[in-house]
């Protein structure tokens, strides 16, 4: 017992030894730790709120502005616009069958009737052949029949069955000739091929696609008019198409419909066609303005062309208030050299940015400078 107590009270010691020697300085040092996070943390925020300040600080941005004014301009207007075939079809099977013969490829030249394809026909050769013994037989059943209701061996009943059989076995016939056209697929229109989605061998139900046929000698315009413009525009009416491929020759067209009824952006769909020049050849989907020529003068709200902050197509100016650019959306007219026709979206006195756009966003805040 004794020395069980001895050994007891000295391991008491050794403990208390471990604890000072290695676990007091771990925790220490944890405590250290959680203090210095804890201030760089600080240290952080404090930071962060610095250079929001900085921030706040720089982002005013110097900008020179103009105002819309009345002027005296042309009364006549340029409209952006992508040109499209004035004929495309897309082309499906009419029958089913194997393909046997192939005979276009994506980018051929086709005119109307050219055999692009068959189809395998020997059963419908088969069943058609079978179909004109039926009929032959029945037309002569009819004949005799016809002769001996005169003696009266048969009666007009069976006369008219027999006309009856005829009838059927001549439909029949004309069915399956019908059927036997269609494996012999020919382009319905003349122009480039494109899309091909048939190859020999393939197997075609009815519906199946088979490609794109697109007639580019004559194309056409398509652009939008708005309601200020369209009273203006007739069906028929001579316009100048420049491309933008070929910006320096001008392309006599002419106006081929107007929508009568505007689209969600409250525009008119117009289209222009015109013959598509064998030096300068176009294709469809490029793009190119279109001039409307009425002559005389008018007068309207104007800004400087380099106030726009978005495009043509969708023009866009940054309009200062209370300190801040507001992007807005207008609505244009006619398009100068050095200045743009103001149909809405604008008032006069209002200050517009002329310079300075590429810096600032919607609600950037500005200074204007001389």
């Known amino acids: 017992m004794e020395n069980q107590e001895h050994k007891t009270n000295g391991q008491q010691p050794k403990k208390k030894g471990v604890f000072r020697r290695i676990i007091l300085p771990i925790l220490i040092g944890i405590v250290i730790l959680v203090v210095i996070v804890a201030k760089l943390g600080s240290n952080k925020k404090k930071m962060d709120a610095n250079a929001a300040i900085t921030e706040k600080k720089m ?3 110097p900008v020179t502005v103009a105002e819309p004014k009345m002027e005296t301009v042309s009364q006549d207007f340029e409209l952006n616009g992508n040109f499209i075939p004035d004929h495309q079809l ?3 099977s009419e029958t089913s069958g194997r393909v046997r013969t192939l005979n276009i490829e994506n980018g051929d ?3 109307a009737g050219k055999v692009i394809a068959t189809l395998d026909n020997e059963q419908i050769r088969i069943d058609l052949a079978l179909a004109k013994t039926t009929l032959d037989k029945a037309k002569l059943d009819l004949e005799k029949y016809e002769r001996m209701v005169t003696s009266g061996a048969v009666n007009k009943q069976q006369v008219e069955d027999k006309r009856m059989e005829v009838n059927t076995a001549d439909a029949k016939v004309k069915t399956l000739q019908h059927s036997l056209k269609l494996t012999t697929i020919v382009s319905p229109i003349s122009g480039v091929v494109s899309n091909v989605a048939i190859e020999k061998g393939s197997y075609l139900a009815p519906g199946t696609a088979i490609a794109d046929i697109v007639d ?8 939008k008019l708005l309601d200020a413009q369209v009273v203006r525009v007739k069906a028929g009416q001579s316009v100048n198409i420049v491309p933008d491929l070929y910006n320096t020759i001008s392309i006599p ?5 107007v929508s009568p009824q505007a689209d969600g952006s409250k525009k008119f769909d117009t289209e222009i066609r015109f013959i598509n020049p064998a030096k300068t050849p176009l294709k469809s989907g490029m793009t190119g303005k279109v001039k409307f020529t009425f002559g005389g003068t008018k007068e309207a709200l104007t ?3 380099k106030c726009l902050a978005g495009s043509i197509k969708d023009p866009k100016v940054f309009v200062i208030k209370d300190g801040k650019a507001q992007l807005t959306k207008i609505e244009i007219g006619a398009v100068d050299d050095d200045k743009i026709e103001i149909v809405s979206g604008l008032t006069p ?10 810096n600032i966003d919607n609600g950037s805040k500005v200074k204007i400078i001389k």
Do not use: C, E, R, Y
């Open 90 to 92: 897309s082309f499906v």
């Open 59 to 61: 982002t005013i941005f």
């Open 303 to 305: 800004i400087p062309l």
């Open 349 to 358: 006195g209002m200050k517009v940015v002329k310079t300075g756009q590429l």
């Open 216 to 223: 580019i000698k004559s194309l056409k315009m398509s652009v």
């Open 253 to 257: 067209g002419k106006v081929a419909s």
């Open 109 to 111: 030249n086709v005119t």
